[in-house]
């Protein structure tokens, strides 16, 4: 064998056709790598892997043409076929002579990993996953058109015969997910070597997949070997046929048996689809069953969230899911549409059938935004797949509904106005309603949240009755007191307020205009608040949920410890050079006045107050409404994880994921550095080959 694999070697070398290879290779890749890394400054190698990878579809028959077309062409093979060397090991030789080729091309090009890490950073165990799919991938190619080789008369026909072996194999991946035959599409993507490609290529070491490569090399060097045995034909089919079921068998077992324990390791730059230590206690304490409907397309799915599912899956025998084609379940979606929800394309249903409760995710619930502090800028910082995903899971099985009452009748927010920050509480599960306190049918129980949204006008005594015995039950309170709110003509909403620790002051808070940090895109009247540490805000700001926007801020006097039942605390606080600065029609003037009180200002606070009957009452009011209904603060901050916080704490419920830290969203661009260097390096790979190839070839023709 290893005389095979020495005469093949110096085939490829001592002529045209090694570094014809060799060069086209690098040539192409190293274009491709200018357009897709180098000009964009982009860091994303595995994407440019995968599109290397279509250069073996196009250039492994040029590595094959020659093996055995060769020998029939030259009438050499019944000589070969007859020396002391085995049949299997003239074609394992000839095969790997082919593979030692194709793996100096692979080599070569990790050069390109080399210029990213000079520019950026690379993923060094990520990577290595990369290229063992792409060489894998690669030598599944070459056993394919060896033996289209074994089936020529000549190496041109071999070239082309394996060419449209492999372009048949690329139509069918296509076709793939155009059949609507689940049997026929399955069966079609079981067998495709660029879908067992893409796991490796998301840095997921897949046993299946190598197990799939290694069993399509077998089989094509067994056929390749039946088809050059001529004395045994009867026997050489049978035996493939033999072969071919036993593998079969063996990788739709493997495959079965990797999604159901979870086997893939996960070697992705942001572990994307790695369970964090909550994920894996919320599912060993599952104890109602959950189903997921991935509702997506043939062909658009979403391959990490996919990924994802299959590890939930195998963490616990209650979680299962199924894809579901939007357009082709109109029944799905309906069942699932409420006049707040509408599952749609791309949409992921979370099911608790034993609860009767279900959540809708969308793309939107998949990524993180952060600002930044520099430019100003918001975009996008992380994925929250398995946040999202674990958050939806403990709702639908928890088994009480949370209620958000929320006060009418006083000149409050209404509904239209609160279409968002209802809109929020209801997609995390709580359930909310618009109450008048004077109705009689308007019940209350401790274990609802209250929420005043900016009242203008104050709460009569009945009302005021009907509040204070909400409270000493244990009830809790959410208030928004905006700056223009006339509270001191309020006096039973304003004991209210101060029965909690909580004393507004009179004016706006303004960010002095030196202090750009403090305020947003030169508008110092919309604060950047700094979020203190309390245990509403802990998980916030470990998980770098931070990002506030306040426009139009009241503030509140600091809490003081005057009441041994009740505890008081800052939740948001001004920067240290912001003053309070009175509004009125005769001053309109926003500069800062000797006058003005200096901050920093608290502006929110939450509080505890231990009632007389021993219960917990807890309250939290912010100084700005706007925080809490503005879509554009929704959009580009973090009031959305902060509203659904601080209704868990005044519920006392436990937070539900925010210690799910957010992944990396993209690999680091590269420097600014000039790309020049880099590019020369590109020119040089091929280069060296084509000046190696004219030194040996005008060297042995020479000597010839």
Known sequence: MRAIWKREMQG?????????????????????FYLAILSQRSGDL?????????????????????????????????????????????????????????????LLTLLYAVIVALYGRVYPAELAVNYLGFVLQGCAFVALDL???????????????????????????????????????????????????????????????????????????????????RHRPRFAALLAVILSAALVALNIATDQMEKRFGWRADFSFNSI????????????HLEHPVHFYALFRKGDEDAPL?????????????????????????????????????????????????????RILGPEDYVSVAMNAETGEYTYSGWTYERSITNAISWVTRERVPRVAIVQGHGELDGETLEHFDGLLT?????????????????????DLLVFFSPRRDLNAQEMEKVKAFAAEGGSFLFTCDYSDPVENMPFYLSLLRSYGFVPL?????ADRDDTATYYNGNRMVLLPEMCSTDITVDLLASGADSLLLPGCRAFAEPEETDRNLIASTLLRSGNT??????????????????????????????????????????????????????????????????????????????????????????PALGTESIGPGAVLLTILPAAVLLAALLILVKRKRTH
């Not at 599109?51 to 020998?71: D, G, K, N, V």
């Not at 495709?192 to 190598?210: D, I, K, T, V, W």
């Not at 009179?506 to 303004?510: A, F, Q, S, T």
Request: with cysteine.
């Open 12 to 32: 490829y070398f001592c002529t045209a056709i090694g570094y014809v290879y060799l060069g086209v290779f690098l040539t192409v890749s190293s274009v491709l």
């Open 46 to 106: 595995p994407t440019f892997i995968g599109e290397m990878s279509y250069l073996w579809m196009l250039l492994c028959p040029i590595l094959t043409m020659r093996l055995l077309a060769e020998e029939k062409q030259k009438k050499t093979d019944q000589l070969l076929l007859t020396s002391p060397v085995s049949l299997p090991r003239i074609v394992l030789g000839k095969y790997l002579a082919a593979v030692t080729v194709l793996g100096m091309a692979a």
């Open 147 to 229: 033996f289209c080789s074994s089936l020529a008369a000549a190496p041109v026909t071999a070239a082309v015969l394996a060419f449209g072996a492999n372009f048949l194999l690329w139509i069918l991946d296509l076709l793939e997910t155009a059949v609507q035959a689940p049997w026929l599409s399955g069966a079609l993507r079981f067998c495709s070597l660029y879908a067992r490609n893409e796991p490796f290529l998301m840095g997921q070491f897949s046993f299946a997949g190598l197990l799939f490569d290694l069993s399509v090399i077998a089989l094509f060097l067994a056929l390749t070997v039946c088809r050059l045995d």
């Open 273 to 284: 689809s790695t369970h964090s230590e909550i994920t894996r206690d919320t599912l060993e």
């Open 306 to 358: 996919i990924e994802l599912l299959n590890r939930y899956a195998a963490a616990s025998p209650l979680v299962t899911w199924e894809q579901a084609d939007p357009s082709l379940n109109p029944q799905l979606l309906s069942r699932f549409t409420t006049e707040t929800q509408n599952p749609g394309e791309n949409s992921l249903i979370v099911f608790c059938e034993e609860t009767g409760r279900w």
């Open 427 to 447: 997609a995390n599960r709580f359930e909310v309603v618009y109450i008048d306190l004077t109705d009689p049918a308007a019940g209350l129980t401790s274990g």
């Open 506 to 510: 009179d004016g706006i808070v303004l």
């Open 578 to 667: 912001a003053y309070r600065k009175q509004i009125t029609g005769e001053s309109t003037s926003l500069e800062k006045a000797e006058s003005d009180p200096e901050g920093p200002f608290a502006l929110a606070l939450q509080a505890r107050r231990i009632t007389e009957s021993g219960y917990v009452s807890r309250a939290c009011i912010a100084g700005c409404s706007g925080a809490f209904v503005n879509e554009q603060v929704y959009t580009m901050t973090d009031i959305q994880p902060f509203i659904v916080r601080v209704a868990e704490f005044l519920l006392d419920l436990e937070a539900s994921d925010l210690d799910i830290l957010a992944r990396e969203a993209l690999r």
